[in-house]
C-alpha cells in the first residue's frame, strides 16, 4: 500500500514535468510582457476637452427613470423629491457635467404637457419604443430638479416625430422665460418661480429611423423649419442640435452640413459596439472568451475612424470648428439576459465595460476640437450602465469607475503624445494594444488615462516628456483576475479601482508597468 502511494505520487510528479516542458516553448513565444514607449508633449497643448464629453444620457426606458431615479416621494426607498438618494449620491461623484433626457427613440413621441402640474392628474401613456405605460410622474420638474442636485447642464431632446414647432416652441418658453406670459405663469403655479437655463435642445432623434424614417434632405429642411423657433428667452442662450447619422453614415452629415449647417450649433453622431457586430445576435454580456473581447475592443476602436471622417466632411463646411460633433450616445449594447424583458434593454456591465469605456474616452479627449459632447448609453440600469438597481439595492459598474477616474480630464487642456506599441494579434485580427490621452489642468497637474486592451500581457512603458517636468505621481488601476469579472449585489467590489504603485519617476523618465485587461489614470505633479 505504501509503495504504491509512493509510485504514483512520483508518476504524478513526471507527469507534471512533462506538461510543464510540454507549454515551455508556447511560453517562451508568448512573454508576458511588452514593451511600449510615450512621448508627452507639455510643450504643445491642443484643445480645451470640454466637460460635456462626460455626459450621460437618460430614456424613459426599461428601469431607467422609474425605480433607477425616481421612486416617488411615498416610497420607502429614501429620497430627496422623489428622487433615490443612494443614486444620486453615486452619479454626484462622477461631476456629471451635462443629462440628456427624455429619449432617444421615446423623445420623438414625448409630449411635455402630459409631464407637469399635480402628478395624480397626469395622464398613463403607452411607452410605443419600448413597452410598458408612462405613468408621466417623471417630468419636466423632475428632470430639471435632478440636474440642480447633480449640477448638471440639462440636455432636452425634442419631438420631432410626433410633435409641432409650436410645441416646441411652447416647451422653451416655459421653462426657460421670466415674463409675465402664460406658460411662464403656468410654470410658476407649478412650484417653479424662477426660470431654468437650458443650454442645449435637439431638434429631433434618429430621425433616419424611429424619429420619423426621413432622407437627409428632407430632415435637412424640416431641421431648419424647427430650429427657427427655438426662441431664447430671459438671458437663457440655447444651442441647437441637428440629429445626426449612425457608425460610417457620412452621407446625413454631408447632407446636413451642406444645407443646415448654419442654422445648427452641434450635430449629433451614434455608435454602439456589439460583440459579434450583428444586430440580431449581439453577443453576451458576460458569457465571453478571449475572442469575443477582441472582437469588441475592435468595433469600440471604430469610434475613432467614424469621428475622423465625419469631422473632415465637417470641416469641409465649417472650417472653423463651430459646430460640435456631439457623440451623444454611445457604449456597449449586449442580447438581453434571458428571462429578462427584452425591452428593457438591461445588461450586466463587466471589466470588458470598463476597458471600452476607457478606450472611447480617450478618442472623444484626441478628438476635443471638434467632440464637444459625449452621452454614454444610458445612466441606469440600461445598456452601458453607471449603476444598476434591485429595488431598493445598488450595484456601481466597472464603467462607473472608469468615468470616476477620468473625471480630472473635464475641462482640461488635451496634452498630445506619440505612442509607439506592438499590436494585441488574436487569430487574424489586430488592434493596437495600447490606448492613451493625457490632459493637464488648470493647476498645472498631467492626468494620464491609460488602457491596456492586451488581456494577458503587462505593458511596460517608458515614457518621456518635452516641455515640462514633475515630482511625483500617483494612480489608480482598475483591473480584475477574469476578462468578464462583473460587480454582483452580493459582491459588489469584485471590480473596482486600487492605488497604483507601478510607476516610477526618475528625472524626466517615468516607467509604468500597466497590467494586462486594466485602465490605468496617474497624476503627474
Ligand atoms: O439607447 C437606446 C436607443 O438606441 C435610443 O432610444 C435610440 O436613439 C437608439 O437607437
Known sequence: MHSQRKFSICTAMLLLVALATAFLPIRAQTPSTYQATLAIRLDQPGAVINRNLYGQFAEHLGRLIYEGLWVGEGSPIPNTRGLRNDVVAALKELHVPLLRWPGGCFADEYH??????????????????????????????????????????????????????????????????????????????????????????????????????????????????YATFIKNHSGNRIQKLAAGGYDNNYNWTEVLMAQAAKQMDGLSLHYYTLPTGKWEKKGSATQFDEKEWHSTLLRALRIDEYIQKHSAIMDKYDPEKRVGLMVDEWGTWYDSEPGRDMGALYQQNSLRDAIVAGISLNIFNQHADRVRMANIAQMVNVLQAMILTDKDKVVLTPTYHVFRMYRVHQGATLIPIELKSPEYKLGDAAVPALNVSSSRDAEGRLHLSVVNLNATRTAEITTTFSGGTFKNVTGEVLTAGAVNAINTFDQPNAVRPQPFSAAKLQGSQLTLSIPAKSVVVLELK
Open 112 to 225: 411635455w404637457r402630459d409631464g407637469i402640474g399635480p402628478r395624480d392628474k397626469r395622464p398613463r401613456r403607452p411607452n410605443a419604443s419600448w413597452g410598458g405605460v408612462d405613468t408621466n410622474a417623471f417630468g419636466t420638474h423632475e428632470f430639471l430638479d435632478l440636474c440642480e442636485m447633480l449640477g448638471a447642464d440639462a440636455y432636452i431632446n425634442g419631438n420631432v416625430g410626433s410633435g409641432t414647432p409650436q410645441e416646441m416652441m411652447d416647451w422653451i418658453e416655459y421653462m426657460t422665460s421670466d415674463a409675465d406670459s402664460e406658460l411662464a405663469n403656468l410654470r410658476r403655479s407649478n412650484g417653479r418661480e424662477k426660470p431654468w437655463k437650458i443650454p442645449y435642445f435637439a431638434v429631433g432623434n434618429e430621425t433616419w429611423g424611429c424619429g420619423g424614417n426621413m432622407r437627409p434632405e428632407y430632415y435637412a429642411d424640416v431641421y431648419r423649419r
